[in-house]
């Protein structure tokens, strides 16, 4: 079990929930080999309810730290919101076979997320930063993030990629953050550097399918598609579902891309 240590408010039904890992939940996570799962344990009605969750830090550190949003009919999130500082719940190590990198082949790097499933692509790039002396992580020369959301204010970790993006440029690797708000009109570049758009706002279904096809068709935000990229991706089922409709239209193979989940 691990103790909750602290949890703070992220914009809208948001919280980053902290807790003092275990030792041997630490341990399985260290092997993860890139993107480490952990899924959340507990018992509501005398049912046993399981949720997988995104650690949003390097999972070398002794705590470990969850960004859950919110859902009215959700049990383990309103578990989760119930819980006071100092009690405990139970979490295990799961794994995701589909992220693997293994070798130095992987150059350019791009990220695509709706909602909270953009939580693993701060895990992805502080690994990539924390070992830069690895030839694996080294390779790499671009990141591009693309981020869904409804609008600026359902933004999360805004403060956090905009470090990254950041960080990432100081250590010669070039980084773009791209961020969608579906539901509001947006254009242009903020004063961080993050571009911000948003689709047409419109009731024909083709239109809004091809902008999608557009934003996310290889050679704009995201790399081309060639031997030496990948293009992940993580959201809710029907946001993966479109999203990788849209990047095959747009020219990617089965080979570059990477569902992280749903």
Wanted: net charge neutral.
């Amino acid at each position: 079990d691990c103790r909750l240590i602290s949890k703070t408010e992220d914009g809208k039904r948001n919280m980053i929930f902290v807790f003092e890992m275990h030792p041997d939940l630490c341990a399985a996570l260290s092997l993860s080999p890139l993107v480490g799962h952990v899924m959340a344990i507990t018992e509501v009605d005398g049912k046993k309810v399981r949720r997988e969750y995104s650690p949003i830090q390097v999972l070398s550190h002794p705590t470990m730290d969850l960004l859950v949003k919110h859902y009215p009919d959700g049990k383990m999130t309103t578990h989760m919101f119930g819980m006071q500082i100092g009690q405990s719940l139970r979490f295990e190590y799961s794994p995701n076979p589909d992220f693997k990198w293994t070798d130095a082949s992987l150059h350019h790097l791009g990220m695509v997320g709706g909602g909270t499933g953009v939580t693993p692509f701060l895990q992805v790039c502080r690994t990539i930063l924390a070992n830069r002396d690895d030839p694996r992580y080294a390779a790499v020369q671009s990141v591009s993030i693309v981020m869904f959301h409804s609008s600026r204010g359902d933004v999360i970790l805004f403060d956090d990629f905009v470090k990254l993006g950041a960080d990432l440029n100081a250590a010669q690797i070039k980084a773009k953050v791209h961020i969608v708000c579906t539901q509001e009109d947006m254009a242009g570049k903020d004063n961080t550097g993050v571009f911000l758009s948003s689709p047409p706002q419109t009731k024909y279904a083709t239109v809004k399918e091809m902008w999608y096809k557009n934003t996310l068709r290889q050679g704009r935000y995201l790399p081309p598609a060639d031997f030496n990229s990948k293009v992940i991706f993580s959201g809710p089922a029907g946001f993966n579902e479109r999203v990788k409709k849209a990047m095959t239209a747009g020219g990617y193979g089965e080979s570059h891309l990477i569902c992280l989940d749903g």
